[in-house]
């Protein structure tokens, strides 16, 4: 049976000009990343920004300036751990139409655990699959180097998405390390309502998908975007934040579900549809 979970309500008013603000801020940012590559972070989270507001008015990210503005989101986050994972002196990377040369960071505290699983969620929904597979052999001990703190199931559930792409022994384990890592009673950083609603939804989604349980994947799916709602729209300031506009972690697990051919019975503006069935996937040059 077919679900249809209605995204919350969200202003519109002045939205292509807040566009446009973030896009030049963006423009800006990555123009200057050949020079500072310190900036590699606010850039990340200026493109993703972009990204993601750009669903407001544009739900299904079905214009070309929403998926141009993922396509960099997803460039600068791969780039950013590239950078920090070279033994080089500098980096190539494309990123927002052009061929870029970015000096090498080595480990540094942008290049985190969280940063991670963002920059991951994005390659895949991008269907970046050599960007997936450089991301995946990113050191875990790099993402430790970084100084943020996390707790440790996040290094669990890396560990467990490497593993699955790059095709190492023992995922079932570490999915398991993870799923029971990921429990409030076990967990110090994030509060409890963050990790439950949100953070660790896609590892419940992940379990189904390997398994490839359409049926408990699209119950799981539906779940994960009535909490997602649920907990973007406790106070009038999560209600306001572009970042609640669209499930990243769930998006990714939906693209993977779609890739596979397994019938997707829930849909949602917190997935964008054609984000989610690859539609502008090869119109670029990425």
Request: glycine content about 6%.
């Amino acid at each position: 049976m077919h679900t249809s979970i209605i995204r919350h309500a969200y202003p519109t008013d002045g939205a292509e000009e807040e566009h446009q603000a973030l896009h030049q801020a963006a423009s800006e940012m990555i123009d200057g990343l050949e020079r500072d590559p310190r900036n590699l972070e606010f850039a990340f989270m200026i493109t993703l920004t972009e990204a993601e507001s750009r669903c407001a008015s544009d739900p299904l990210a079905e214009f070309a300036p929403t998926w141009r503005a993922w396509v960099a989101a997803m460039q600068v986050g791969s780039a950013l751990f590239a950078a920090a994972d070279s033994a080089g002196e500098r980096v190539e990377a494309r990123i927002a139409g052009k061929a870029r040369s970015i000096p090498a960071t080595g480990p540094n505290r942008a290049a985190h655990a969280g940063n991670w699983i963002k920059a991951f969620w994005l390659a895949v929904v991008c269907r970046e699959q050599d960007r997936m597979t450089q991301l995946c052999r990113v050191p875990i001990s790099l993402l430790r180097a970084s100084g943020a703190e996390f707790d440790e199931y996040v290094y669990a559930w890396i560990d467990t998405l490497q593993s699955y792409w790059l095709r190492r022994d023992g995922v079932g384990g570490k999915l398991v390390a993870a799923s029971a890592g990921a429990l409030p009673q076990n967990t110090e950083i994030v509060s409890a309502d963050l990790l439950l609603m949100v953070l660790s939804q896609p590892i419940k989604l992940f379990h189904h998908y390997l398994r490839q349980d359409t049926a408990e994947f699209s119950k799981a799916l539906e779940e994960s975007l009535r909490l997602h709602k649920e907990y973007w729209t406790a106070d009038e300031d999560r209600a306001l934040s572009s970042e609640g506009l669209v499930a990243l972690g769930p998006l990714a697990m939906a693209c993977l579900a779609h890739d596979d051919g397994m019938p997707l019975e829930v849909t949602s503006d917190y997935l964008p549809d054609v984000l989610v069935k690859a539609e502008w996937v090869g119109e670029f040059d990425t």
